[in-house]
C-alpha cells in the first residue's frame, strides 16, 4: 500500500544520505575519544553519523551500544546498521556502519576513517555481533 510505498522511499533517501554522510568523513584521522572531523574513535564516528542521518543522540561507548542493539542475522543487514567486533576478548569492542555489499565503514585506529569488507580475516576472526537500535525506524 502506499504506506509501505511512502517507507521505502524513506528507507532509500536514508540509504542515500548515510553515504553522502560516510563520504565527508573518510580519511579523517583516529584520535582516542574523538568526535570531531579533526579526529574520531569508532564509537564517536558511529555517534556523529547517527546524528547527522537519524537526528539522535546515542551513547558515546562501544559497551553502551551494545545493549540497545537487536542482533539481525548478517543475511538481514541493512545500510546504517552497526556491526561489533570483539578485538580483546570481552574486553574491547569494535563498532562499525554496515553500508550494503558486505562492506562496513569505521574508523581504524591505525588508518583513520575508511571502509572494510566483513570478509577480511582480521574481521571474519573477530566478528561479535551485528543489528539495529531498537526503537529506530531505517
Not at 1 to 23: A, E, F, N
Not at 50 to 72: C, F, G, H
Amino acid at each position: 500500500g502506499v504506506h509501505r510505498d511512502l517507507h521505502r522511499v524513506y528507507r532509500r533517501q536514508r540509504q542515500m544520505c548515510i553515504r553522502d554522510r560516510v563520504k565527508t568523513w573518510l580519511g579523517v584521522p583516529y584520535r582516542y575519544g574523538g568526535t570531531m572531523r579533526s579526529g574520531v574513535d569508532c564509537s564517536g564516528l558511529v555517534r556523529e553519523i547517527y546524528k547527522e542521518v537519524y537526528q539522535i543522540e546515542l551513547p558515546r561507548s562501544t559497551n553502551d551500544l551494545l545493549p540497545i542493539v537487536q542482533t539481525v542475522g548478517e543475511q538481514n543487514l541493512q545500510p546504517g546498521y552497526l556491526i561489533f567486533y570483539e578485538i580483546e576478548k570481552e574486553k574491547e569492542f569494535h563498532v562499525g556502519i554496515y553500508m550494503g555489499n558486505r562492506k562496513f565503514v569505521h574508523a581504524s585506529s591505525t588508518k583513520g576513517v575508511m571502509i572494510s569488507s566483513m570478509d577480511e580475516p582480521y574481521f571474519q576472526q573477530r566478528f561479535f555481533k551485528a543489528g539495529k537500535i531498537k526503537n529506530l525506524s531505517y
